[in-house]
């Protein structure tokens, strides 16, 4: 999966946590791997 790929990705497969010495700002993770996020159809906006 290139960087410009663009998937969507259910609420319920992504974490967000505060990021660590900075409360204002957070990091979104998606639980799903690599080949799972390749998998999924390209986000059409």
Same mark, same amino acid.
Do not use: C, F, N, Y
């Given at each position: 999966? &290139?960087?410009?790929?663009?998937?969507?990705?259910?609420?319920?497969?992504?974490?967000? +946590? +505060?990021?660590? &010495?900075?409360?204002?700002?957070?990091?979104?993770?998606?639980?799903?791997?690599?080949?799972?996020?390749? +998998?999924?159809?390209?986000?059409? &906006?």
């Amino acid at each position: 999966m &290139g960087p410009d790929k663009k998937v969507v990705v259910a609420l319920a497969d992504v974490t967000v +946590a +505060a990021e660590p &010495g900075d409360p204002d700002d957070h990091i979104v993770r998606a639980k799903l791997t690599k080949a799972q996020l390749s +998998a999924l159809p390209d986000w059409k &906006g």
